[in-house]
């Protein structure tokens, strides 16, 4: 009886484990058989991750950027072609994932927003085929990306070119920059480095203006109707706030200038004397018309993880104890290249800045037809058409004479305004330029040198970017 006993246990005992068994094959088989699928420790699952052929990259003028290369062991290794986009494109890594425009379009060159029919799905299962992603064509152009990054060899900042009105990014540069080639290879060093190479100074960085600001601080005056061509003593001295001496982009010696002369060399001792004979309310409203709290992000790309470097502009708020230090630049504000270059852009279109965008069409993979992208974004109103119309003037006068001279190209219509920030214990050197080249068309640019006391070596990098941005235009049009 006993022994009965125990082997009805026994067939109760492994009736209930096949059971449990045969549930849990039934789920997996049905309901559940996704979740083995996105279970990371899954090896199907990284061995189909392995072989994905991720679509292409291509430049506006349909040179391939970065391709994906199928090796003999199933496999596939990125290949990024040329050094000059290094920064501009981000990288892509089996072991340490997608980073800058890589991660921006991931879903698009991974194939994730294909929707292959049920035929199509199912042929590819049972043939094992890897997943392929579409490919994307961007609206840099690699000519100008070259003459910009060559230009702007050896330094460290940024550089951004916009064309004017459609709101395509031309050209960014980030230095230092690193190989996406080599990123497996170098990642602790990369990642360890005090340059931070990975960081987006082009979209992101967060710099002091400084003498950028007097084009918002001219607008004032201009819109105040005041007096820009009336001699203003000391205007070439230096002005000693907070410890520093802010001075002139150019070495002048103790001069009476205009307010229109002053701009042309960025000095900021005639801006602080004209800041005390007007309304601070009246700054506060020109600079919150300017946009300068706000950041902008490009489609897909997402503000930087690292603590340690502010992305996010500080509200731009006025006071009788702050307002020199804010108006001059050397306050708490902040603003990135794009920021900078979106101004510029504004200045050319009259008073309008448009909206900045990257990707230019998508292509289906084994299709030969590119998708254009819409881009339905309103242009913003920065200022007035009469006063932009009035800074392009003041800007070509600092092209012709002043401080930005190093800009001025033959046969291009070029302006711009070179100046220095004081930040920390170093300097900056900026350039915010355009070029009209007839019609609507136009481009703009920004440029930032970090731990550098030469804005006309800033100003003749943006001129180096706006005549081939120019030049690439016109053949693209002819």
Known sequence: MSFERELRRLMIGLLTAFAVVGLAAAYYAVTGADTILTRSDNPRRVLEEAALLRGSIYDRTGELLVTTVPLEDGTTRRDYLFPVTNGALGYYSFRHGVGGAEAAFNAIL????????????????????????????????????????????????????????SGEILSMVSLPAFDPNQLDAQWETLRDDPGNPFFDRALQGSYQPG?????????????????????????????????????????????????????????????????????????????????????????????????????????????????????LGQGDQTVSPLTMALIGAAIAHNGNAPAPYLLSAVRSPNSEEWMTMVHAAPTIPLMTDSTARQLQDLMRGAVAQ???????????????????????????????????????EAVAVAVVLEDSRDPGLAADIGGTALDFAGRALRESTD
């Open 211 to 327: 003498a950028a600001l007097q084009t918002p601080l001219i607008a004032a005056a201009l819109l105040l109707d005041a007096p820009i061509d009336a001699p203003i003593e000391g205007a070439s001295d230096p002005v000693t706030l907070n410890g520093l001496d802010l001075e002139c982009a150019a070495r002048l010696p103790s001069l009476a200038l205009t307010l229109r002369e002053a701009y042309q060399f960025a000095c900021p001792g005639a801006f602080s004397t004209f800041l005390q004979t007007i309304d601070l309310n009246v700054i506060q409203a020109v600079f919150d018309t300017f946009r300068l709290e706000q950041s902008p992000v490009l489609d897909g790309f997402t503000i930087s993880a690292d603590a340690s470097i502010s992305t996010t502009p500080i509200p731009f708020t006025m006071t009788a104890v702050n307002a020199i230090p804010q108006a």
């Open 110 to 165: 991974r194939g994730d927003t294909l929707t292959p029919d049920v035929v199509e799905e199912l042929t590819s299962q049972i043939l094992h085929r890897p997943q392929q992603g579409s490919d994307i064509q961007l609206t840099l152009d690699l000519d100008i990306q070259t003459a910009v990054s060559n230009a702007m060899e050896g330094q460290r900042g940024a550089a951004v070119v916009i064309r004017v009105p």
């Open 402 to 440: 002043g401080a930005a001279q190093n800009a001025g190209r033959p046969a291009i219509d070029i302006g711009g305004h070179a100046a220095l920030a004081y930040s920390g214990d170093g300097t900056l050197a900026w350039f915010v330029g355009f070029a009209t080249l007839g019609g609507d």
